[in-house]
Every structure is written in C-alpha cells, then in structure tokens.
C-alpha cells in the first residue's frame, strides 16, 4: 500500500518551549492507527499540524503529497478533541452546513447514524450531553469519503456502552484505502481495532510497531506496553 502520511524531521514550538522534536512518521492507506502517549507529548499538535491548522517551525509534512493546504484539505477529515460547532445550531443544520462545505460529505449516511442513535435532527447542541455531542461530531467526520481521518480523543466522553458502536461506525465507514489515526488514553478500549500503534513522548517517536509485531516480539498487549513504556 502506497504512503499517505508523510513527516519528516518536524519541529513545533510555542514561545520557546519545543512541543515536537524531530518526529518522523510514515503511515501508509488502509490502516487504523493508534497515536497514544500521556499528556504534553504532542499528539494534539501533531494532529493540527496535518490539517494545516499549524505551521511547523521546520520539517515536511505530506498527505498524499500534497503539503498541508487546501488539497490535503480535501483529502483530511479532523475531529478535535474540543468542542467546535456553534451550539445554537439544530443537529440537521449542521449536516447540511457539513454537505455545503465538504463535497465528499454522505448526508444519507450521518442521517442513518443519527438515526441509530436516537439523535433528533430538530435537537440543538447547546441542549445535549457533553458525550452526545461528541457522538454528533464524530458522526460528522466519519460521513465524509476522506482519505486521512484524524481523531482526536475519539471516545473521551462517550459512556461504555456505545464505545462498541462508536469504534463500530469508525471501522464501518472508511474505505479500504484510507487511514484513521485516532489518539486516546482508553487504549484497552480501542486495542481491538489498531493495525497500528505509535508511541509519542517529549514531542517523539519511541515506537511504531504493527499490533502484530508488538504481541509477537514484546509478547504483550499493547496497552500493556504502554504502561510499561511510560510508567511513572
């Protein structure tokens, strides 16, 4: 499988203090990925500097080859780990403000979703619960046809119970080419699902392994790994 995400030797900083240092990544299509570290490593930054939403002071970035920019934003489908939506707006406005704005976006499928859910489309987001809105926006983003999609603390807020349905709809509803890399703590939670594991720290890459490779060679999950790796 060819290449998707290209990062080589990149370096951000925020008024002095280096957040990534040197991180190079390459994840190739069709691949879950999981982008896993504590606080501080860098996950979210890296996350924003794909979409273009940060500039890095130094390094190349490449989705598909094309730089962070409005190719590669045709091409990306992002889910903060913030809420970002205007509350005022009713569940069904934001669909269709979604299918105005993104021409690969799949109404009929967030439809469909909202629709398992018991998500009304008549609801306002000022009046759901923290996890149904999160339930919203990753709905939102996993009903564009993307090639890249980067989920940020995907299942932070989500009770236990829909995890499954969660992970479920973010397996359903890429295409074999594309990649998800999705960042979490929940790590037992999404183990399941991961092709891949990347471990971050200091604005690093310590590990990237197939999950494969780490029950082969480490002989361990990779959530026990990862408490092994960054034990306090």
């Known amino acids: 499988m060819a290449e998707l995400l290209l990062c080589e030797n990149v370096y ?6 280096r957040v990534l240092q040197g991180l190079n990544l390459q994840v190739s299509g069709g691949r ?3 982008l896993l570290g504590p606080n501080g490593s860098g996950k979210t930054t890296l996350m924003k500097l794909i979409n273009g939403l940060l500039v890095p002071n130094q390094g190349k970035i490449l989705v598909n080859g094309f730089a962070p920019g409005p190719e590669s934003k045709k091409r990306v489908s992002y889910l903060p780990d913030a809420s970002y939506l205007p509350d005022w707006m009713q569940v069904q406005d934001l669909v269709k403000m979604f299918a105005d704005f993104y021409a690969d976006f799949d109404a009929a499928k967030a ?4 629709q398992t859910l018991k998500i009304s489309g008549t609801e306002r987001l000022k009046t759901l619960s923290k996890g149904t809105k999160e339930k919203v926006q990753l709905i939102l983003a996993m009903s564009r046809r ?4 980067l989920l940020d603390e995907p299942i932070g807020g989500v009770d236990p119970a829909a995890r499954d349905y969660i992970l479920n709809t973010i397996i359903g509803n890429y295409s ?4 998800v890399i ?3 703590h929940l790590i037992a939670d999404i183990e399941q699902v991961l092709d891949e594991a990347v471990f971050l720290r200091d604005g690093r890459i310590m590990l990237h392994k197939s999950v494969d490779e780490i029950r082969a060679e480490d002989g361990k999950s990779v959530d026990d790994l990862f408490r092994e790796v960054f034990r306090c």
């Open 12 to 17: 951000k900083s925020f008024g002095g203090k």
């Open 32 to 34: 879950i990925v999981g």
């Open 111 to 114: 439809a469909e979703m909202l």
């Open 146 to 149: 993307a090639e890249l999609y």
């Open 176 to 179: 074999e080419n594309a990649t």
């Open 182 to 184: 999705l960042s979490t």
